[in-house]
């Protein structure tokens, strides 16, 4: 069966510091993967997806960077946070375009 | 504007009751639509889907409708249950492309015992 972990499972930070948030993928090979942000009690945006390693695009611009340096892996990132950038940051991935969209459990981020 | 809208915001009713989750469309490309349920603090779960070649389907107590002339869809949870207290949200996507979902902006449901 397949899993997919995020972490950390929530952060403290401080506006104008860095971040990374990690999710990995085990027992799938070559998923698709996304990165969704999801403001408190809002809906789900789409931020970045990635269907093979090395390649990542963006869908909306929010002055952050994602990157997948391994099939299972995803990394979301910013040199800079904004207050802005608090949420739910959730990662989730299919196994092909027509397939169910899985998502993981989360990571909570408030940024003061 | 939202392509994929939701109503009503909230909706509060006792166990046992029916709930009626609506949602409609603007874009009349979509084929595919899946209902997520979201407990606070957890990642959504897929709940149910259907594609636009079906007009109901069935899975449980749970039950969606879609009306594709009029663009609309609605999710009914029978007999409901306070454990069924999330949020609910639509989803739409054309081609059937999972990894382009346009999610509506939800339904927070409250069951009272």
């Known amino acids: 069966a397949q899993t997919i972990h995020q972490w950390p499972v929530a952060e403290i930070k401080a506006v104008g510091s860095p971040l990374s948030l990690g999710c990995t993928i085990k027992g799938k090979s070559s998923p698709n993967l996304y990165w969704y942000w999801q403001a408190t009690g809002g809906t789900l945006q789409q931020l970045f997806y990635s269907i093979t390693v090395g390649q990542v695009e963006s869908v909306v611009q929010l002055n952050l960077s994602a990157s997948r340096p391994k099939d299972d892996q995803f990394i979301l990132s910013t040199e800079k946070l904004l207050l802005s950038h608090s949420g739910f940051y959730l990662c989730?991935?299919?196994?092909?375009?027509?397939?169910?969209?899985?998502f993981g459990a989360g990571t909570r981020l408030s940024v003061l | 504007q939202q392509q994929v809208r939701q109503s009503p915001q909230s909706l509060t009713v006792w166990e046992g009751e029916t709930a009626i989750l609506n949602c409609s469309y603007e874009?009349?490309?979509?084929?595919?639509f899946p209902w997520y349920q979201q407990f606070p603090g957890e990642g959504p779960a897929l709940l149910i889907s259907i594609r636009s070649v079906s007009d109901k389907k069935e899975d449980g107590r749970f039950t969606i409708f879609f009306n594709k002339r009029e663009k609309k869809l609605s999710l009914h949870i029978t007999d409901s249950q306070p454990g069924d207290s999330a949020t609910y949200f639509c989803a739409a996507s054309g081609t059937g492309n999972t990894g382009k979902l346009i999610f509506g902006l939800g339904t927070t449901l409250q069951v009272q015992p």
């Open positions: 874009d009349s490309t979509f084929n595919y």
């Open positions: 989730a991935w299919t196994g092909g375009f027509q397939n169910t969209l899985y």
